[in-house]
Every structure is written in C-alpha cells, then in structure tokens.
C-alpha cells in the first residue's frame, strides 16, 4: 500500500474515533444524571479529550434532539440556563424541574406617535438634549430593524438614557456603545450611526 493511501486511511480512522467519542449517543450514566422539563431532557456529561483530566458539561436536548449545552447560573447548581437561538432563552431549576421561557419581546415605535426624543448620559440624567425630527426618525428606523443580540448579555455598565414620548406611553432605553435594551432583559445592536453625535444635539 502506498504512502499515501496510508496517511489517508489513518487520518479516516481518527476522525471517525473523534466523532464516536463526540456523539450525542446516551449513556447509562448520563441517563442516571438526567432531567426532565417538559420536552427537555437535560444530562449531566463526562466529556474527554485527547489529553487532560475529563470535563463535564449538561446537553440538553428538546423532543430527543441535541438542541446545545447548557451554562450554569453563576454558584447555583440548580439554575441552568439555555440559549435556543438569539431569540429565546429557557432559564431551568434542576432542583425542582421547572423552567421559565424569555422570548424576544421587543415593540416597534411608531414614528407618527412620536412627540420627541430625549437623550442624557446615564451619569447625568439632568443633562437632557432632543432629538431633531431628522434624528428621532432615523433612531425609530434603527431601533424598528435592530436585531436581537441576547438575553441580559451586556451587564450593568451604559452610556446614555433615552426617553421617547408619545400620545400616550413613555418608553425608556439604555444604551451602551451601539447595544440598546428597554427592559433591561432583551438586548439589541443598532447600526454605528444610529445614535446622534452629541454635539448636534440641541
């Protein structure tokens, strides 16, 4: 046999020795360190590499397909927390088998509801300037189009507070950099420019 049908036939082999001990097959073990949610089954897994002490990690899997891993909520071991997709987020308490869902929850403005815009750095929120027609509009295209960035991602620290006023609401919004929340929970990335320089302002 050749060199290099050799070389060919090993590199086959070691791949496909990875993918055995990569996949998503359950074990007793796993089973035994399992919960169930609903249409999630959760398993705590021993994972080991080529090298180094085992890790572990939970997989969780929803209608019995991998769905991702799952990262624990800072010291408690019953919290877990899962990202399906940049538009839903499951909190779980593995201690009592329960979970809470966040769904993206973002609400377009309606520029024709708009009285005025007003923006103030978060560390003087007495220092309040307004938007320009031109500026408020363009602020409402960026945030109606913004996409979803996550779930409570961005921590404590922001730069400005902006308040819109319509007919009959007010909406508040915290932004840091070009990430903006409403709620504090759901966050969103605005394009560079949406946000007026503060100079312009008036």
Same mark, same amino acid.
């Given at each position: 046999?050749?060199?290099?049908?050799?070389?060919?036939?090993?590199?086959?082999?070691?791949?496909?020795?990875?993918?055995?001990?990569?996949?998503?097959?359950?074990?007793?073990?796993?089973?035994?360190?399992?919960?169930?949610?609903?249409?999630?089954?959760?398993?705590?897994?021993?994972?080991?590499?080529?090298?180094?002490?085992?890790?572990?990690?939970?997989?969780?899997?929803?209608?019995?397909?991998?769905?991702?891993?799952?990262?624990?909520?800072?010291?408690?071991?019953?919290?877990? =927390?899962?990202?399906?997709?940049?538009?839903?987020?499951?909190?779980?308490?593995?201690?009592?088998?329960?979970?809470?869902?966040?769904?993206?929850?973002?609400?377009?403005?309606?520029?024709?509801?708009?009285?005025?815009?007003?923006?103030?750095?978060?560390?003087?929120?007495?220092? =309040?300037?307004?938007?320009?027609?031109?500026?408020?509009?363009?602020?409402?295209?960026?945030?109606?189009?913004?996409?979803?960035?996550?779930?409570?991602?961005?921590?404590?620290?922001?730069?400005?507070?902006?308040?819109?006023?319509?007919?009959?609401?007010?909406?508040?919004?915290?932004?840091?950099?070009?990430?903006?929340?409403?709620?504090?929970?759901?966050?969103?990335?605005?394009?560079?420019?949406?946000?007026?320089?503060?100079?312009?302002?008036?």
């Amino acid at each position: 046999m050749k060199a290099s049908k050799v070389n060919t036939l090993i590199t086959i082999t070691l791949a496909l020795a990875t993918l055995a001990s990569c996949g998503r097959r359950i074990t007793a073990q796993q089973y035994a360190n399992s919960t169930h949610i609903d249409e999630y089954n959760i398993y705590y897994s021993k994972k080991t590499g080529w090298a180094g002490p085992p890790s572990y990690q939970y997989d969780i899997y929803k209608n019995k397909r991998f769905v991702s891993f799952g990262i624990s909520s800072g010291s408690d071991t019953c919290q877990l =927390r899962l990202k399906e997709s940049n538009v839903l987020f499951i909190d779980f308490n593995l201690c009592d088998a329960t979970k809470k869902v966040h769904a993206d929850s973002k609400k377009p403005i309606d520029h024709f509801e708009v009285d005025s815009i007003l923006i103030s750095p978060v560390e003087n929120l007495l220092k =309040r300037m307004k938007f320009s027609e031109r500026q408020a509009k363009y602020f409402i295209k960026c945030w109606n189009k913004a996409s979803p960035i996550g779930y409570k991602r961005l921590g404590k620290g922001r730069d400005f507070s902006i308040t819109v006023y319509t007919k009959d609401a007010l909406r508040t919004f915290l932004t840091l950099n070009n990430f903006i929340s409403e709620d504090g929970d759901w966050e969103y990335k605005l394009k560079e420019d949406a946000l007026p320089q503060w100079d312009s302002l008036q």
